[in-house]
């Protein structure tokens, strides 16, 4: 427990109240990092950091298996994008200052992995997607509404969302190439992440979506993954 402060002097808050203009000044340097190539950084070493340094896996990976893990750490590379600008939008305009404090937590996280995918398709050779800034621009729009509606509803999207991505990292897993060591630690480590993360959503007391917008969700994320794949 912290001290309890002096009662001489007025108590400190570490929280205290930010300018309108410092907080679009924090959004928008925000928005830019997590777009730009090599703005974010990892607060955590990425899980492929633990393969041996002479590790040959890479290497070993003929051209068109390049190319294909390539483009399953892309499409996991915009989904980090859109996890950051959800959570993003969430926080913004969430009703209770324990939700935001969750919301920017797991955001933390997630900046791990956006760093780790990014980290991954440089050594394939590969690059993020072009179409980045307007999954980030849609998805902070999505989170900034479920936000305004009200907590469980945003926390409930917050789990369905999670439970999608889990569905693809399960998938991505599944397609790897038994030698390509690194991106399966790094892929393991996000899902057991993302797994945390929708928990917590639903332990805040996230309500559980119908089916219907499940599926409309699931084809939402069709729609992001093919795209994103290639482009």
């Known amino acids: 427990m912290p001290d309890k402060p002096s009662t001489t002097q007025p108590a400190k808050t570490a929280n205290r109240d930010i300018a309108p203009i410092d907080q679009l000044v924090i959004g928008l340097d925000h ?19 633990s393969i041996d340094i002479n590790d040959q896996s890479t290497e070993s990976l003929n051209t068109k298996e390049k ?20 959570y993003q939008g969430q926080a913004l305009t969430a009703k209770t200052e324990s939700i935001k404090a969750a919301m920017n937590e797991s955001a933390k996280e997630e900046e791990d992995h956006l760093a780790w995918c990014e980290e991954r398709l440089n050594e394939l050779d590969s690059r993020p997607s072009h179409l980045n800034p307007l999954f980030y621009g849609l998805s902070f729009g999505i989170g900034a509404l479920a936000g305004m509606i009200g907590d469980k509803w945003s926390l409930g ?14 998938s991505h897993l599944d397609q790897l190439p038994e030698q390509d060591e690194k991106s399966r630690a790094i892929l393991e480590q996000m899902l057991s992440d993302e797994q945390e993360h929708g928990d917590k959503a639903r332990s805040y007391g996230g309500v559980a979506f119908n089916s219907p917008a ?18």
């Open 67 to 86: 190319k294909h893990i390539g483009g399953l750490m892309r499409i996991n590379h915009t989904g980090e994008v859109c996890a950051q600008a959800l």
């Open 157 to 170: 999207f917050v789990a369905a969302t999670e439970d999608q991505v889990c569905q693809h990292l399960r």
């Open 214 to 231: 499940k599926k409309l969700m699931s084809a939402m994320s069709k729609v992001m993954t093919a795209s994103t794949y290639r482009i």
């Open 31 to 49: 928005i830019i990092r997590t777009i730009s190539h090599g703005g974010t950084k990892a607060h955590r070493d990425s899980p492929a950091a």
